[in-house]
T-cell receptor
Framework: AQRVTQPEKLLSVFKGAPVELKCNYSYSGSPELFWYVQYSRQRLQLLLRHISRESIKGFTADLNKGETSFHLKKPFAQEEDSAMYYCALNPSQAGTALIFGKGTTLSVSS | DAGVTQSPTHLIKTRGQQVTLRCSPISGHKSVSWYQQVLGQGPQFIFQYYEKEERGRGNFPDRFSARQFPNYSSELNVNALLLGDSALYLC?????????????FGQGTRLTVV
């Protein structure tokens, strides 16, 4: 079955500390993987996608097909990074349906 | 650009009733998807429409139906409401129907079934 697992419900770090939000997926083909973020009282929005291989707001994510992982990383957390982060998988080449994980709340304190 | 707009923002219905939720995509976007998000969970895919045709359907009962209009707006209908249908319903629009395209989400409609 196609599934996205985010093992941590909450991740609390101090400002300036490194951050790693874990995401593992279950899918036999070549997936399209995304990280979406929801800041307080804002709508869900795309943070980054693996196909573009870009860094957004200092965050990067590398697809590891051997470990079926797509962890989100940032070397130095900022307070404005506090938000809910969702890892999502699109298993279909023909549509835009996303399979989301349960999400991880990142809390960055000073 | 107002982004994806959903109406109403909040709704309270009684068990057994029917509900219609509405979504207007970003101008120029031809794909609309619907998601259900219950408390503490990630969004769960319900339907995708592209160019007014159904392109995908999630694991939801037949009580759930949707359609897309010529102007690309969309409606989600839920019949015979159950308490378990209480959730935030999200609409997302995309420029294309491709898998790598970015989805832009609305603020959602909060449905409470009592």
């Amino acid at each position: 079955a196609q599934r996205v697992t985010q093992p941590e419900k909450l991740l609390s770090v101090f400002k300036g500390a490194p951050v790693e939000l874990k995401c593992n997926y279950s899918y036999s083909g070549s997936p399209e993987l995304f990280w979406y973020v929801q800041y307080s009282r804002q709508r869900l929005q795309l943070l980054l996608r693996h196909i573009s291989r870009e860094s957004i707001k200092g965050f990067t994510a590398d697809l590891n097909k051997g470990e079926t992982s797509f962890h989100l990383k940032k070397p130095f957390a900022q307070e404005e990074d506090s938000a809910m982060y969702y890892c999502a998988l699109n298993p279909s080449q023909a549509g835009t349906a996303l399979i989301f994980g349960k999400g991880t709340t990142l809390s960055v304190s000073s | 650009d107002a982004g994806v707009t959903q109406s109403p923002t909040h709704l309270i219905k009684t068990r057994g009733q029917q509900v219609t939720l509405r979504c207007s995509p970003i101008s120029g976007h031809k794909s609309v998807s619907w998601y259900q998000q219950v408390l503490g969970q990630g969004p769960q895919f319900i339907f995708q429409y592209y160019e007014k045709e159904e392109r995908g359907r999630g694991n939801f009962p037949d009580r759930f139906s949707a359609r897309q209009f010529p102007n690309y707006s969309s409606e989600l209908n839920v019949n015979a409401l159950l308490l378990g249908d209480s959730a935030l319903y999200l609409c997302a629009s995309s420029l294309t129907g491709r898998a790598d395209t970015e989805a832009f989400f609305g603020q959602g409609t909060r449905l409470t079934v009592v």
